[in-house]
Every structure is written in C-alpha cells, then in structure tokens.
T-cell receptor, first 112, second 111 residues
Framework: GIQVEQSPPDLILQEGANSTLRCNFSDSVNNLQWFHQNPWGQLINLFYIPSGTKQNGRLSATTVATERYSLLYISSSQTTDSGVYFCAVERTSGGSNYKLTFGKGTLLTVNP | GAVVSQHPSWVICKSGTSVKIECRSLDFQATTMFWYRQFPKQSLMLMATSNEGSKATYEQGVEKDKFLINHASLTLSTLTVTSAHPEDSSFYIC???????FGPGTRLTVL
C-alpha cells in the first residue's frame, strides 16, 4: 500500500515562532488532508489539499503532487497549536473511495 | 457544519465482556463510515469500512468476528468489540464519507 512519512516526528517551539511540517507520500493520490489532533483526541480537518496552496489564518499548506510531498506552515505559533498534526492521503483503488492512510504524525509542543 | 458523534466517549469493561460503540452522522447521510483504532502515541489505523445495508469490509489483520460492525441506517454505524481483552484497549475513532469529519473518539479500557 501507499506509504506516508511525516517529519519531524517531534517539534518544540516557543510561542510566536514559525514552523514547517512535511509529508511525503509514495504514490499518486486523489486527496491529501492535514489534521490537528488536540489533547482530547479530537481530529480537526485543517486542509483538503490534493494540490496547490491554501491558507487559513496563520496556517497554510502546499502540496506538490508531481513530487509527492506536502508542507504545512504554522506562523506565529500559539500554545493552543500544540498537539499532533497528521497528514492523510486517499488513493482510490478498486472502489475504496475516501479511505485514508495516515502518517505517523508530528507532535508539536508550543511553550509560552 | 457537519458533525459526527460517538457514544460513549469512554468506557471501562472487564475482560471477556462485549462493548458497543456508536457512530452517528448528525446532519447528513453517510452511506460509508470508517472505523479507526489509535494506540497511545501512534497513528490512526483503519480497521474497517462500514457500508449501509451491506457487510463491512475489514482491513488485513482485523478479525471480523471480534469487531462486529453494523450499519443499519444512513446515520448510524456501530462497532462491537466482542470478548474484549486488555490488548483491545485503545482509542476508537469513526469518520463518515464523503465529508471526512471525524467523531470525537471512544477510549476503551479493558481490565
């Protein structure tokens, strides 16, 4: 199956700092999503971004589908940004639409 | 916006008992729902795809007789962990296609 690798596995920042999280995937995909999992386990969809660039406030994401990677940018980080960031891809195969394969995540800790 | 709920949010049970977890789509119909399992400090692993009105599709290595899935309506899928053992303790999360909204998860602890 498709492989999804995220880096770095852990990241510690001071409040106000910027960061870039990376997601590499091993095959072409129909969909790529970035999620934030808060300390209570809730997954929040940040971006649906199979290609191109999107921005939402302090967060932005870029996916270069031809080179099989995606980047998540967090600017002016806040303590509430702490949590695990997951990249997940969907690859339609034999009718398995919408099935997501997750990377191992990046654990982000933002200190005050 | 679309919301997916799960019940219960947490459950503690004795080894050998069965536990049922519900996943509901609150304001949309979901012909397909997904069940994931997440062990501490690990990623989400897809267990099975739940299809309304038909049998679930299980991922390789997931015992279908142990993890019973029922998707009897367009807004409800249930996962029953039968004869639970301590190694089944985990965080179980559902999602609903096509929105890919995730439920808040159910933390299962088997004593």
């Amino acid at each position: 199956g498709i492989q999804v690798e995220q880096s770095p596995p852990d990241l510690i920042l001071q409040e106000g700092a910027n960061s870039t999280l990376r997601c590499n995937f091993s095959d072409s995909v129909n969909n790529l999503q970035w999620f934030h999992q808060n300390p209570w386990g809730q997954l929040i969809n940040l971006f649906y971004i199979p290609s191109g660039t999107k921005q939402n406030g302090r967060l932005s994401a870029t996916t270069v589908a031809t080179e099989r990677y995606s980047l998540l940018y967090i600017s002016s980080s806040q303590t509430t940004d702490s949590g695990v960031y997951f990249c997940a891809v969907e690859r339609t195969s034999g009718g398995s639409n919408y099935k997501l394969t997750f990377g191992k995540g990046t654990l982000l800790t933002v200190n005050p | 916006g679309a919301v997916v709920s799960q019940h219960p949010s947490w459950v503690i049970c004795k080894s050998g008992t069965s536990v049922k977890i519900e996943c509901r789509s609150l304001d949309f119909q979901a012909t397909t729902m997904f069940w994931y399992r997440q062990f501490p400090k690990q990623s989400l692993m897809l267990m099975a795809t739940s299809n309304e009105g038909s049998k679930a599709t299980y991922e390789q290595g997931v015992e279908k007789d142990k993890f019973l899935i029922n998707h009897a309506s367009l807004t409800l899928s249930t996962l029953t962990v039968t004869s639970a053992h301590p190694e089944d303790s985990s965080f179980y999360i559902c999602s609903a296609a096509p929105s890919q909204y995730f439920g808040p998860g159910t933390r299962l602890t088997v004593l």
